[in-house]
């Protein structure tokens, strides 16, 4: 996910826990989700955050708290949170998610957005843009059960969602375009 200033690596998947864990490491570069982060909440799982190296800052419930090397934080399920990197160093992190669920799929689903939505890494991601908007609803009506957007806010990411899903919008396939776009005008249904 490195378009969004993340790098994300597997420690340990889904598959490897038995279900229970999903363990990660992350590096978040300098300046990473400084802009419109996505303040969302894990429905049914619970998710902790120690920081190896570096300071970042937590939005978590309602305020933003500052984390440095060796601190560890613990989001319950259904709470409110989100992160970013206001720092010019990379900070690493070992993060869960408690049970995995599948927010491996998630991730892997996140990065097919990011390739579709700057036409395989030739333009930047803006979630201003109406393409990228789809996307994004889409992914998030496939993994409700995984995390839900509080900011911006889980109504309009299903409304969006919805829209894509009646144009035809898959990000799977690589290709957003309605599934009439490429007919002739006298063929479109």
């Known amino acids: 996910m490195s378009p969004l200033g993340m790098v994300f690596t597997v420690i340990k998947s889904k598959a490897d826990t038995d279900g229970k864990a999903l363990e990660l490491e ?51 399920k259904g709470v409110r949170h989100t992160f970013r990197n206001p720092t010019d160093s990379v900070v690493r992190v070992f993060n869960t998610h ?26 930047k991601v803006s979630m201003k843009n109406p393409r990228s908007m789809l996307l994004f609803g889409v992914l998030m009506r496939n993994y409700r059960k995984e995390i839900i957007a509080v900011k911006p806010p889980d109504l309009l990411v299903r ?12 990000y799977r396939k690589g290709d957003i ?4 776009a490429a007919a002739p005008a006298g063929n479109r249904p």
Do not use: Q
């Not at 969302?40 to 305020?63: Q, S």
């Not at 375009?177 to 009439?180: D, H, I, L, Q, V």
């Open 26 to 76: 992350w590096e978040l570069l300098p300046g990473c989700n400084m802009v419109d982060p996505l303040h969302h909440i894990h429905p049914h799982a619970m998710e902790t955050y120690h920081i190896l190296e570096g300071e970042m800052e937590f939005f978590i419930r309602d305020k933003w708290v500052r984390a440095k090397k060796g601190d560890r934080l613990v989001v319950e």
């Open 159 to 170: 409304v969006m969602g919805g829209i894509a899903r009646v144009l035809g919008v898959d």
């Open 98 to 123: 408690e049970p995995a669920l599948a927010m491996e799929d998630y991730f892997e689903d996140v990065v097919r957005v990011i390739d579709v939505a700057s036409n395989k890494r030739t333009r």
């Open 177 to 180: 375009r309605p599934p009439y």
